[in-house]
């Protein structure tokens, strides 16, 4: 491999915010926050929003939202105001 040109790939543990499952994993992301790992060992922390654990798919636990207000639900997410027609 040519030196200088790849990025650093570390041992980091991935925590789904949802259930606050974690799993150690290689990876070349990185993060400001750390967590001490079963191991005793201190790895950077990266927060997903659904891993295998909360996903429908792994899980077998469809869900489904009401699908009226949906344009509410995310212009309130990401504060927006919605435009009069």
Known sequence: MKPGIHPNYQKVVFMDVN???????GSTKSSNETIVWEDGNTYPLIKVEIS?????FYTGKQKFADRRGRAEQ???KYHLQQQDK
Do not use: G, W
């Not at 259930?19 to 994993?25: A, G, H, M, W």
């Not at 295998?52 to 429908?56: G, K, L, V, W, Y």
């Open 74 to 76: 995310f212009m309130k």
């Open 19 to 25: 259930s606050e499952y974690k799993f150690l994993s």
């Open 52 to 56: 295998s654990d909360t996903h429908p």
